[in-house]
């Protein structure tokens, strides 16, 4: 991985003007971001933002009895943090990496800082806010009037628009709680020849 943000394929901070991610540059911090890493955790504080260059992290709401979905995604289009760009420093969902890859961290106050000083970073980071919000919408609505089959398709889908390669690393139990339902014990093997 390049150690300096110059090449990133992270699209808000490749939108930047140069001036702008030089500013940024010694606050940005090359990272793996492994399987199931926790990015940050439901009502705790969060201490780092995360900008993806490659891999896929998943905005999880956990219910009080302990059922699990996913209810956003983020990519190489975004960054993970929302809450500290409206002023907050916690929220009440848990953010995991579910695709590993990499990517750039930046502490909280270092954020928080570049935000009220540069009013382009400011604006870039809400207009992708506003299509965060919009793909959680979506999924909201889908989940509602899209049938299991169609929803596993779309989240697939949106996995690989984000992902350099045809191949990425999934459990089905993961791919289960994305989709919000129960992971099914397997049942007879299906020969290839007989799916429709």
């Keep these: 991985m390049d ?40 009502n705790q504080p969060i201490h780092h933002v995360y900008f993806f ?3 896929v992290g ?26 500290l760009l409206f002023g907050d420093d ?12 990499t990517g750039w961290k930046m502490k909280s106050s270092d954020f928080s800082t570049a935000i009220e000083q540069s009013k382009s970073l400011r604006q870039a980071l809400l207009h992708y806010a ?16 899209h049938s299991l089959d169609q929803r596993c398709c779309r989240w697939l889908l949106m996995t690989y628009d984000r992902m350099d390669s045809i191949h990425f690393r999934l459990t089905h139990e993961f791919l289960a709680m994305m989709l919000g339902v129960r992971r099914a014990l397997p049942s007879r093997r299906v020969p290839y020849n007989e799916l429709d």
Excluded: W
């Excluded at 943000?5 to 699209?11: E, Q, S, V, Y």
């Excluded at 209810?71 to 929302?82: A, D, Y």
């Excluded at 916690?90 to 890859?101: D, L, S, T």
């Design 90 to 101: 916690r929220a009440p969902n848990n953010v995991y990496v579910q695709v590993p890859g």
């Design 130 to 145: 506003h299509a965060f919000f919009n793909q959680v919408a979506q999924s909201a609505a889908c989940a509602h009037h």
């Design 53 to 55: 260059d490659t891999g």
């Design 3 to 42: 150690s300096t943000p110059a090449g990133t394929r992270n699209r808000l901070l490749a939108s930047l003007a140069p001036g702008e991610l030089r500013r940024l540059e010694p606050h940005l911090e090359a990272v793996e971001l492994s399987y199931r890493l926790p990015l940050y955790r439901a």
């Design 58 to 83: 998943s905005l999880v709401h956990t219910m009080r009895k302990g059922a699990a979905s996913e209810v956003g995604t983020i990519g190489k289009e975004g960054f993970v943090g929302l809450p």
